[in-house]
Nanobody, 125 residues
Framework: QVRLVESGGGLVQAGGSLRLSCTASGRTFSRYVMAWFCEAPGKEREFVSAISRGGINTHYLDSVKDRFTNSRDNAQNTVYLQMNNLKPEDTAGYYC??????????????????WGQGTPVTVSS
């Protein structure tokens, strides 16, 4: 069992930046593939980015791959999402997710077992 806690969301103007953090409980953080998803009001939860267990490989939604950077610090049990050049359409709740069982990164939210409570991101125009 792992507990995930996100932080770092907030209100920012278009073109601004935010850095989201997700800290996990427990001592086996490096066993988990980690991912970020977003959910806007009235829309389904959508994949944003994933990172491999060692942090070497990352995968992004096409619309964010030149603006967002996913990274992790396994010694600190934390994964980060650096969000630059934010756009109003990035407005959503952002959730981190973890899976110990999948062999590699996936976009499918049902592959991730553990979820944080989410942190809101609002981008004003």
């Amino acid at each position: 069992q792992v507990r995930l806690v996100e932080s770092g969301g907030g209100l920012v103007q278009a073109g601004g930046s935010l850095r989201l953090s997700c800290t996990a409980s427990g001592r086996t953080f490096s066993r988990y593939v980690m991912a970020w998803f977003c959910e806007a009001p009235g829309k389904e939860r959508e994949f944003v980015s994933a990172i491999s267990r060692g942090g070497i490989n990352t995968h992004y939604l096409d619309s964010v791959k030149d603006r967002f950077t996913n990274s992790r610090d396994n010694a600190q049990n934390t994964v980060y999402l650096q969000m630059n050049n934010l756009k109003p359409e990035d407005t959503a709740g952002y959730y981190c997710a973890a899976s110990e069982t999948i062999p590699t990164m996936t976009r499918n939210p049902t592959d991730y077992i553990y979820w944080g409570q989410g942190t809101p991101v609002t981008v004003s125009s």
